[in-house]
Every structure is written in C-alpha cells, then in structure tokens.
C-alpha cells in the first residue's frame, strides 16, 4: 500500500512538473506567427484584446492594438 | 510527372478550346460584354479544381501570412478522417472493450477463480517476487495507464455516453481537465514503461520453455503447472505488449502533443488514427491483465500487492525461479530480505 | 431560410487581401489568427489564380462530427458556429476540416491551445445576440443586423460573394454565361457535396 501511495504520489509529482515545462514552451499564435517587423504586444487569446472597453460599438477599442 | 501530364492535359483542354472557339459562329459573340477582344480564352491555362485534384490529393498554394498551414486551400482527407472517427472507431473501440470484458467474463463463469493448489509444506511461507522499485514502477504505470486510458476513451465515448447524463457545460469542464490529465501524466506514464523494460526485459526474453508453457495451455486453460522461470509466457505476452504499444503510443502520443512539429496535416490524421487503435486494443489487454492479476488467479495480486508471495503458489507457477532463487541464496525464501538499491533486483 | 454559404470566383479574385484585413478589423481577430485568408495557386505561373477561403460553413459539417465534445451548433441560415464555453481546444476539428478554418490561440501541444476559433459567417456565437460577451469571445454579428459578412459585402471585384446558396450560385452562373469562362465554386464540391453547373 505504501509503495502504492508513493507511486500515485510520483506520478501526479511528475504530470504536474511536465505541465509547467510544456506550458513553458508554449507559444502563442501571435508569436509564433509575427515576423521580426511585426510588433506584437500582448494580443491576448481571445479576440479583443487586454485593454478592451467592453464597448463593441463604440470608436474606442478599435484604436488600440494596431 | 503528375506536373508533367498536367500540363500536357491542361495545354490539350487549351487546344480544345480554342478550336471550340474558332468553330463556334463568332459574329455573334464578339458584341458580348467580358469577351477578350483578342479572340483569346483568358481561361485557358487557368488552373481549376477538378485538374489540380488529378495532380493531387489536396490543393495547397502560396500564402503571405506566416502561418504556412493555411496554404492549404482543400483537404478532403479530413472527410475520411472524420468517417474513421466517427463511423468506425467509436465500434472499433466498443468492441474491443465489451468484447474483452465479455470473453472474461465468460471464462469467469466457466472456469472460476484459479485456486491455490492443495496446501504443501511451503504453503504459508513467503517468497518476495518484486521488491519495493519494481512494484512503485508497476503502480505508477498502472495509475496513469487507467487515468489515460479513462479520458482517452472520453474522446469517443465522453459526448456519446456522459454528455446527456451530466450537460454540456459541465461536460465540456470534465473533458478539459481530461485532457490535461491525458497529457500530463502522459509523461510519468512514459518514465514508467521506460523503467519497466530495463528493469524485467531480462526475465522476458522468449525461449523454448514458454512453447511448451504454450502447448499445456499454461496454467490457465490447462489444469497442471507447466516449467516457468521468473516470468511465464503469458506474462512475457503481456509484457511485450506493455513495452511495444506503450513505445507506440508515446511516440504517436509525442507527434500529436506538438502537433505539426514533425509532418503536416495528413500525418496527424494517420497518427491519430494509429493512436487510437492501438489505444482500445491496449486497453482490452490491460483489461485480461487485471482479470488475471485480480480475481482470475487465487494468490497472484501479492505479487504486486505486497511483493511477496507464497512459496507453495511460487513452486507451482514459477518452479524453476523458485529454483533458481534458492539456489542463490541457499538460505531458503527470501522472507525479510530487504532489496539492497533500486538497481539490484533480488528476484535475480 | 437562407442557406448561407461562400462562393469565390477566382477569375475575379485579385488577391488584393481586403477581406482578410476586414475580417480582422471588424471582428478584433489577433495577430496569428487568420480566419480568412487568400491562397495563391499556381504563383507566378500562367493561369495563376487566387481563392480567398474561410471557413464553408459545410452541409454534414466533418468539425461538427469530430468534436469530442459537441460544441458546434447550426444555425437556421445553417451557419455552422461552436461555442467557446465548451471547446476544449483538442485540435481534432482541424484534423477533420476540409479547409483548414479553424485557428488556435497557441500553436505548441495539443493540451493548452486554447479556445478554438473560426470564422462565424459574422453571426457570433451561442449568445444573446448582439451582446459585450458575444463581442468579446466571437467578433461581431452582422448576420444579427441584417448584414452580409463583411468580406463578402467590401469585396472590390465582387469575386467573394456571401448569401444564400442558390442566390450566389445563380449570381455565378448568369457571370459565367455572360463571359463564357469560369473555373468554378472552389471548394463546394468538398463542401456542399455539389457543384455549380455551369
């Protein structure tokens, strides 16, 4: 049992060490996709970007970002 | 050469055109708006579809963006990706599952829990078959083997089975931590098969005995005892099995983790393919193994359970380990022996 | 109701990428995403044409099949959309597409790529129409207004065209009569299991 314990223990241990260095290299499309003349900030990974208004219609979001 | 006959196509089309062109009454078409003033077909060497699917089995071109995936314009090879996924696998995969299940179920009924033979003199004595690495090596593949295994038949099964029992939303949350469970403990999984074949491929070697152990009908079918060393052939089937569709699966496993690392969209779709057979006939022999290891044999869960087991069963199933293992020692069984490193197997 | 679709006419394509940049206006769309997206046959060469192609928005969507979660949805217009909420970013749908629409935030290993997107024929997504939190997660909805998708609508040669399937295809067919050439619906075959019969 104890040698049981132990090896669920190792195994979640490890998965949790694999999650951080796979997400370690993990790239963004906006990353791995940009040329050296482009410059990206932080797009985010979902459409509007970190400084969104919250304002669809309006003039304001569509400043930012390009 | 399919460049080549294209173009020779293409240029027969062209020549067939015109002519088509240059017979057909023109009067009447030269006052049609977008005719080419020239007489000449401005489509004549253009490329379309049906030509370029002669060439090919996808259509890819040039694009600007850095992304060069996206220059393929039209795979139909997704169409019978998506007919393997979704028409053959999920009974592929039910299959193999209720099948084995099945069949053990069956043989359950039929032949019973395996029984301890008649009490001998060594009944009651203890032999340590795994030591302490061996048995963490085991159980840390075996927990993630279920773990995988459980949220990779969630792929197929999960939105056919579970989604109308729990809901969408809390489906999708399931399958999302499903999916990290599936790759992360992808990795202990991999250490653990990788330790597995260092440490036992020695006493997994087949040889001669095991055809005979085969030709009895081993200890299961049969109702003697035939020859085995440390490892039957049976175990050495399961055990090879481990080993080679473990490598399999990490290696198709690996490809897909970084996806279009090594080959394009195609390769993905085969990988895919490839890991999800071997996965559901994985899991069928996983699943006789348990049966075995479990309820089907009195006596054999110690072996992994505490790691050692008793003489008697030793002597009847593994009489020439036990032999062997006697002769090292010369001291009898091994009750109490500590092993010395991980590196050292005392079962040797 | 309509049965949306894309035609693109190739002979009219000139590759000049303004629907891709409209795409990625109206709807906020990142760098790296591209849910548009022109592709150049035959570059440079006689008969070089170009195909701007998104997502079909198939009849038997193969995305729809594949997804092991079922998160895509067809609408009445037969608009095929998913919803976020529910993606768990597994890759598959990509896998299946016949024309390579549906795009990743990351691009590394298949477990944390995020939510996946795609073009929505400008008709957002499972929510309330119109709304700051279908903005956010899909870009806009212009099916919702009453509009076209936006790349079809700006499109200056009139080589993208968007609305409903039969409607589009005799817009073609009547071009391609007049002119007397046309290379055909790419992708409709794949797509619609139909072609457009000249």
């Known amino acids: 049992m104890k040698v049981f314990l132990v090896s669920v223990i190792a195994a979640v241990a490890l998965a949790v060490a694999a999650s951080f260095l796979l997400n370690e290299n993990q790239k963004f499309a906006y990353e791995a996709y940009a040329t050296s003349g482009a410059r990206v900030s932080h797009p985010g990974s979902n459409l509007v970007g970190p400084q969104w208004s919250g304002n669809a219609g309006g003039a304001e979001h569509k400043s930012h970002g390009s | 050469m399919a460049r080549v006959s294209g173009l020779v196509r293409t240029g027969i089309v062209a020549l067939s055109l015109w002519a088509a062109g240059a017979l057909a009454p023109s009067s009447a078409q030269m006052t049609k708006d977008g005719l080419n003033p020239t007489g000449a077909n401005p489509t004549a060497n253009s490329v379309n579809e049906e030509f370029l699917f002669k060439q090919e089995p996808k259509i890819g071109g040039r694009v600007s963006i850095p992304d060069q995936k996206s220059a393929n314009l039209i795979q139909p090879q ?125 006493d997994n070697i087949p040889e001669k005995l095991d055809w005979e152990w085969i030709k009895a009908g081993g200890g299961l079918v049969g109702r003697g005892h035939p020859h085995a060393r440390r490892f039957n052939a049976g175990q050495k089937v399961v055990f090879w099995m481990v080993v080679g569709f473990g490598a399999a699966m990490s290696v198709t496993g690996l490809v897909m983790m970084f996806p279009f690392s090594v080959t394009d969209i195609n390769g993905m779709q085969v990988t895919q393919v490839i890991h999800s057979l071997i996965g559901v006939v994985f899991i069928a022999g996983i699943l006789a193994h ?39 020692t010369a001291s009898g069984p091994q009750v109490g022996k500590r092993p010395v490193s991980p590196h050292q197997v005392p079962a040797e | 109701m309509a049965r949306m679709k894309f035609l693109c006419d190739a002979d009219r394509c000139i590759e000049c990428n303004a629907c891709v940049t409209a795409c990625k206006n109206e709807h ?48 009445a217009d037969a608009v095929v959309l998913h919803s976020k909420d529910i993606c768990i970013g597994c890759g598959y749908c990509f896998y299946a597409c016949p ?100």
Not at chain 2, 82 to 109: M, N, Q, S
Not at chain 2, 162 to 185: D, N, R, S
Not at chain 3, 37 to 43: A, G, H, W
Request: with cysteine.
């Open chain 2, 78 to 202: 997704g169409r019978e990706y998506r007919a393997f996924r979704e028409d053959y696998l999920p009974w592929i995969g039910g299959i193999a599952v209720l099948g084995i299940l099945g069949l053990l179920a069956t043989f359950f009924l039929l032949r019973g829990r395996i029984p301890l033979d008649d009490p001998g003199p060594d009944t009651g004595k203890k032999i340590l078959r795994f030591n302490s690495f061996e048995r963490f090596a085991h159980w840390m593949t075996a927990t993630c083997f279920i773990i995988l295994s459980l949220s990779g038949l969630n792929y197929i099964f999960g939105k056919r089975l579970l989604m109308p029992l729990i809901g969408p939303e809390a489906f999708g949350a399931l399958a999302q931590w499903a999916k990290y469970a599936h790759l992360y403990l992808a990795w202990p999984f991999m250490l653990g098969i990788a330790i597995m074949l260092v440490v036992w491929v020695r």
């Open chain 2, 290 to 328: 348990i049966y075995i290891g479990s309820i089907g044999m009195e006596g054999a869960y110690d072996a992994m359970g505490s790691g050692k087991v008793d003489l008697g069963w030793a002597k009847s199933h593994h009489d020439l380990w036990v032999e062997e293992q006697q002769a090292k």
């Open chain 3, 28 to 75: 906020e769309v990142p760098w790296g995403i591209n849910r548009r997206r022109v592709v150049t046959l035959n570059d440079g060469k006689p008969g070089e044409r170009s195909v701007s192609m998104a997502c079909m928005h198939c009849t038997d969507a193969p995305c729809a099949a594949v997804c092991p979660v079922n998160c895509f949805y067809t609408t």
């Open chain 3, 99 to 198: 024309f390579g629409a549906p795009q990743y935030p990351k691009v590394g290993n298949f477990g944390s790529r995020g939510k996946m997107d795609k073009c929505t024929y400008c008709a957002g997504g499972p929510e309330a129409d119109l709304s700051t939190v279908e903005y956010e997660k899909y870009g806009s909805n212009r099916l919702a207004e009453g509009k076209l998708p936006l790349c079809a609508e700006m499109c200056s040669t009139k080589a993208l065209l968007a609305g409903d399937g039969e409607m589009i295809a005799q817009i073609y067919k009547e071009r391609v009569v007049k002119r007397g050439y046309g290379s055909g619906a790419w992708g409709w075959k794949t797509a619609y299991r139909e072609t457009v019969a000249i």
